[in-house]
């Protein structure tokens, strides 16, 4: 067997952290893709603003929670928090783009990438074996 295979069992605090954590940016992924589905008229006008095309709304909001749905479920977790990356460095270099506040607007979805990693981080000991954090 692999040491891999062999990671220790999460303790129950650390893996009530994890869920605690990870349910954060599930909501505000969830929230922030419904409200691109829905076609919202604060969310037309910040695409306009951005330069995207008002029709894309829909789609970007449909690949926001397919993402979310693939992170939420546990098997395929990390290949969600993967797209999720992905998915927010869009936002960060559409952000870089317009010149928006650094700390407020720009990384902000850095931050909750943060939550993302960090969720599924506490939550799965294979991640912690291969990605270990010395202090």
Same mark, same amino acid.
């Given at each position: 067997?692999?040491? @891999?295979?062999?990671?220790?069992?999460?303790?129950?605090?650390?893996?009530?952290?994890?869920?605690?954590?990870?349910?954060?940016?599930?909501?505000?992924?969830?929230?922030?893709?419904?409200?691109?589905?829905?076609?919202?008229?604060? $969310?037309?006008?910040?695409?306009?603003?951005?330069?995207?095309?008002?029709? @894309?709304?829909?789609?970007?909001?449909?690949?926001?929670?397919?993402?979310?749905?693939?992170?939420?479920?546990?098997?395929?977790?990390v290949l969600g928090a993967?797209?999720?990356?992905?998915? @927010?460095?869009?936002?960060?270099?559409?952000?870089?783009?317009?010149?928006?506040p650094l700390f407020s607007t720009t990384?902000?979805?850095?931050? $909750?990438?943060?939550?993302?990693?960090?969720?599924?981080?506490?939550?799965?000991?294979?991640?912690?074996?291969?990605?270990?954090?010395?202090?």
């Open positions: 067997m692999t040491a @891999l295979s062999q990671a220790a069992p999460v303790p129950r605090r650390t893996l009530v952290a994890g869920r605690v954590i990870t349910v954060l940016p599930i909501l505000f992924l969830v929230f922030d893709g419904t409200m691109k589905v829905m076609r919202i008229k604060p $969310v037309l006008d910040a695409f306009a603003q951005s330069g995207w095309s008002r029709s @894309l709304a829909p789609v970007v909001g449909a690949i926001l929670l397919i993402c979310v749905v693939i992170y939420a479920v546990p098997r395929t977790a993967i797209l999720l990356t992905g998915y @927010l460095g869009g936002a960060v270099a559409t952000n870089v783009r317009l010149e928006m990384l902000f979805p850095i931050y $909750v990438g943060i939550f993302v990693w960090a969720g599924i981080f506490l939550r799965e000991p294979r991640l912690r074996a291969l990605i270990p954090l010395r202090v």
